[in-house]
């Protein structure tokens, strides 16, 4: 049971790249979320989809698109980087009720020159 | 508007001392309350979390909370620290039947020998 993985762990790209963050969770939860983390500024949420098959934005979802591949997996696409993404990328994972927790991937670390 | 409050950027104790971090939010109504701990390079890890009932919540770690609704806060303490404790300490906040987490921008604890 190795909970929420993400892939890569660090990244760097080029102004104007595209590039996909993916997040994978085995716990068979139904809700799946993306945050960014900056300094001072704490998680801000990007998207999340409570369920298989449905996504909603978050507060800051400019520049980003998401895929709710199927139950496990939700991935996060910059289609044209800007420097202001550079960040640490969370995703989290929680079985479905609003009482529930949120369980935290390892992050990504994303540098865009 | 909603909002979630921690006062202190960076907190500094000795090992063995106790330990109180600050959490204020402006809620329409009582939300459910989160505190999460992340470790350098880590991702969030939950401490405790408040829905209802008693107001005083015992969490991992030897972690405990109070929830004080006439202050709207929700603090964290440790009677004890350990070395082991140094991290970021995010309190998070979830509006009842909504699905996403509000966090704090964060307070870093830094344990000293």
């Known amino acids: 049971n190795a909970g929420v993985t993400q892939t890569p762990k660090f990244q760097v790209l080029k102004t104007g790249q595209s590039m996909t963050l993916q997040c994978a969770q085995d716990?068979?939860?139904?809700?799946m979320y993306w945050y960014r983390q900056d300094p001072g500024m704490g998680l801000r949420l990007i998207y999340y989809?409570?369920?298989?098959?449905?996504?909603d934005k978050g507060e800051v979802p400019n520049g980003y698109n998401v895929s709710r591949l199927n139950k496990r997996e939700f991935s996060l696409r910059l289609e044209s980087a800007a420097p202001s993404q550079t960040s640490v990328y969370f995703c989290?994972?929680?079985?479905?009720?609003?009482?529930?927790?949120?369980?935290f991937g390892p992050g990504t670390r994303l540098t865009v020159l | 508007a909603q909002s979630v409050t921690q006062p202190d950027i960076h907190i500094t104790v000795s090992e063995g001392a106790s330990l109180e971090l600050r959490c204020n939010y402006s809620?329409?109504?009582?939300?459910?309350l989160f505190w999460y701990v992340q470790s350098p390079g880590q991702g969030l890890q939950l401490l405790l979390k408040?829905?209802?009932?008693?107001?005083l919540v015992q969490g991992i770690k030897g972690f405990e909370a109070e929830f004080k609704r006439s202050q709207s806060s929700f603090n964290l303490r440790k009677p004890s620290v350990h070395w082991s404790d140094a991290a970021e300490y995010f309190c998070?906040?979830?509006?009842?039947?909504?699905?996403?987490?509000?966090f704090g921008t964060g307070t870093r604890l830094t344990v000293i020998p």
């Open positions: 809620y329409g109504a009582t939300p459910y």
């Open positions: 408040y829905f209802s009932g008693d107001t």
């Open positions: 989290a994972s929680r079985p479905g009720q609003f009482t529930d927790t949120q369980y």
């Open positions: 998070a906040v979830q509006t009842r039947g909504a699905n996403n987490l509000f």
């Open positions: 716990m068979n939860h139904n809700s």
């Open positions: 989809s409570a369920s298989e098959g449905t996504t």
